[in-house]
């Protein structure tokens, strides 16, 4: 196994945006290597902090780090948030970090069979578990491949690729990243392929598909917003549009009051802000974090704080 890097995206203002009392309990959501977890832990003073992750390797490589804090690790993907506090006999917490997406070992551990740079195994389950990347492309339909590609990838020639998956498979099974790639190459315009790297986007669809990533993310942001006392704060890292936009929209409802018709004379719903948006526009790194990794270029982060339950 190959050692577990990873360059922490906006650290001091991630966490900055999570604490609030050294005395407090915080989460984790997407432990990774651990940076976020241990800038955090170095600020307890008689708190806690759950770290959760679904990839074996990640928290073995985080327990290493945080040798010594007062962390409990506990490997579960962030849609069990509410069973994992369950279990552990926590009511509230006073923050939630979770920072989405691939991580950089992952990445550039080709045998995860994440990176479109690789030729690898098609893998992509973070967990290393259950539906792979090779089951997705070997086995959708057509009309399944040509859906995620567009809902998760948000790819234009969604179709053409899907059609280009679904005649290649049909000479012999597609088993690597360098096939799924030269498959996507070979399906999208010339233009397109000098213009830009063309697999990215079919790329984080299949993954975003085998993780199911975006239906965790909606569920566990209402989760957590709901397990937070008041007080606590979130702070949540996006890597993509469709990401950050489903975090914006999840915020803005919970900063939003009275849904009454503008026609009503007085407020009948009796509905009240249950949070208070801390970040009004995201969070980018800087030009020195930008410079220093590359990879952080896409990050956006936004804040909430809990102001009634």
């Known amino acids: 196994m190959m050692e577990f890097k990873h ?19 915080y989460a984790d959501l997407t432990t990774g290597g651990g940076g976020h977890s241990l800038e955090l832990a170095k600020r307890l003073s008689g708190g806690r902090l759950i770290c959760l992750d679904q990839d074996a390797e990640a928290l073995e490589a985080a327990g290493g780090r945080l040798k010594g804090y007062p962390v409990t690790f506990v490997r579960r993907n962030f849609r069990d ?52 990347a090779r089951d997705v492309v070997n086995d959708y339909t057509e009309e ?37 790639a030269e498959i996507i190459k070979n399906s999208v315009p010339a233009a397109y392929r000098r213009e830009k790297n063309p697999c990215r986007k079919s790329f ?15 569920s566990v942001l209402e989760i957590g917003f709901n397990r937070l006392k008041i007080g606590g704060r ?13 975090v914006k929209n999840r915020f803005r409802e ?36 930008l410079e220093s990794n590359s990879r952080s270029r896409s990050a956006k982060l936004r804040v909430i704080r809990k102001i009634r339950d």
Request: proline share 6%; charged share 30%; net charge negative.
């Open 254 to 289: 919970f900063c939003t009051g009275c849904t009454c018709p503008p026609e009503f004379p007085v407020c009948v719903c009796g509905k009240k802000p249950r949070g208070e948006l801390i970040t009004k526009k995201p969070i980018i790194p800087s030009a020195e974090e």
């Open 144 to 180: 399944e491949l040509r859906r995620i590609l567009f809902k998760y990838g948000e790819e234009k020639f969604a179709p053409k690729i899907a059609r280009g998956i679904v005649t290649e498979r049909g000479n012999s099974p597609i088993e690597t990243t360098g096939q799924l």
């Open 204 to 218: 984080q669809a299949i993954r975003i598909e085998v993780n199911g990533e975006l239906d965790a993310l909606d």
């Open 234 to 246: 979130m702070s949540i890292i996006t890597f993509h549009s469709l990401e950050d936009r489903i």
């Open 81 to 132: 948030l509410e069973k994992v506090l369950d279990e552990l006999g926590i009511e509230t917490l006073d923050g939630i970090i979770a920072d989405l997406g691939v991580s950089s070992h992952q990445l550039d551990d080709a045998e995860r069979g994440f990176s479109f740079h690789n030729d690898a195994p098609l893998d992509m389950r973070m967990s290393g578990e259950g539906l792979s």
């Open 7 to 25: 360059t922490t995206v906006l650290l001091r203002e991630t966490v900055d945006g999570a604490f609030s009392d050294p005395k407090g309990v």
